[in-house]
């Protein structure tokens, strides 16, 4: 983790939110915030920069829309600065009106500035320039874990690749958990889960993210924020966050991707708007958990497999945090589900989705 906290950083610019009257002190702030992150490899780009990488934010470059602002696809390579690498890019945009401001925007430099994981999205830089504040990551060409899932594509996610990204994301957060100052990620879904061409995971979105508890405390207190369906029983009920906090919102995804449900879903009966209420009944009966088991999937999964990752689910969502395993334990069970052959034969699918966005990219590259 960090040598520096985020909320010992987070001090040194406090007085610099969104929407202030720009002064010399703030003109400057980005290069004292590069300065504090040290050895950090972070670009500073400038607004007119990103505007050309982006092509004026184009409606034909929009990504889509978060919680944080609008993103857009761009380009950089070492003609705009040099030791850049030619490589496609995603720019991310603060929505002033929006629910989230300069702290996230803080959040997300100050962890992902200093974190290096190969589960954790790249930061490769940021903006902040008068009121705006931009972040530019690496692009991830096959989009969230929530649009493969949720969205109407031509074909589903096979079982193996569901097992991958879940494996993945375990990794992610264990490496967040295991770092010498913990962090606690707090916002950990699907719509946060991305996915490179190889359907590696990269977790993305950090502007929720806290320093996990220092010394003898065992918690964290904080204002309860996050996504409906994702939090943990204990967070919503007290404020008091910790590492198993997140360890429970690993439980609701990994729900979701057994049953292909979302964690809520209003378009469903009052017994099944909630995933975690009406799928606990059958995490612990293996002869049960066929029944659960996302059918678009046809029958081409391990039997085993689906029962031990809904034995795993239903750990993690156990409603008292000390029962719950730590993501070390978590990565170390599924990990070798990944081995499991026991899956039926089925006809040959070709899988589409975001082929040519893939094609196209590398061509940007190779321009």
Known sequence: ???????????????????????????????????????????????????????????????????????????????????????????????????????????????LGQLRHPNLVKLIGYCYEDEHRLLVYEYMSRGSLENHLFKKVITSLPWLTRLKIAVGAAKGLAFLHQ????????????????????????????????????????????????????????????????????????????????????????????????????????LSNPHKVERIVDPKLEGQYSTKGAQKVASIASQCLSHSPKTRPDMKTVVETLEPILELRDIPIGPFVYTVVAEEEIAQTKKMIKR
């Not at 889509?64 to 890019?89: A, C, E, M, S, T």
């Not at 190889?198 to 010394?215: H, I, R, T």
């Not at 309860?224 to 198993?244: D, F, Q, S, W």
């Open 1 to 111: 983790m960090p040598n520096l906290s985020m909320k010992s950083m987070a001090a040194c610019f406090c007085g610099a939110s969104a929407g202030e009257k720009t002064t010399k002190r703030q003109s400057s702030t980005g290069r004292d915030l590069s300065i504090s992150l040290g050895s950090s490899d972070l670009h500073i780009f400038t607004l007119e920069e990103l505007r050309a990488v982006t092509k004026g934010f184009s409606t034909s470059n929009f990504l889509g829309q978060g919680g944080f602002g609008p993103v857009y696809k761009g380009f950089i390579d070492d003609k705009l600065r040099r030791g850049l690498r030619p490589q496609v890019v995603a720019v991310k945009l603060l929505d002033l009106d929006g629910p989230q401001g300069h702290n996230e925007w803080l959040a997300e430099v100050i962890f």
């Open 179 to 282: 770092t010498d100052n913990p962090v606690i990620y707090r916002d950990f879904k699907a719509s946060n889960i991305l996915l490179d061409a190889d359907y590696e995971v990269k977790l993305s979105d950090f502007g929720l993210a806290k320093d996990g508890p220092q010394g003898d405390n065992t918690h964290v207190t904080t204002r309860v924020m996050g996504t409906k369906g994702y939090a943990a029983p204990e967070y919503i009920m007290t404020g008091h966050l910790t590492t198993k906090s997140d360890v429970y919102s690993f439980g609701v995804v990994l729900l979701e991707l057994l049953t292909g449900r979302k964690a809520m879903d209003k378009n469903r009966s009052t017994r099944e708007k909630n995933l975690v209420e009406w799928a606990k009944p059958y």
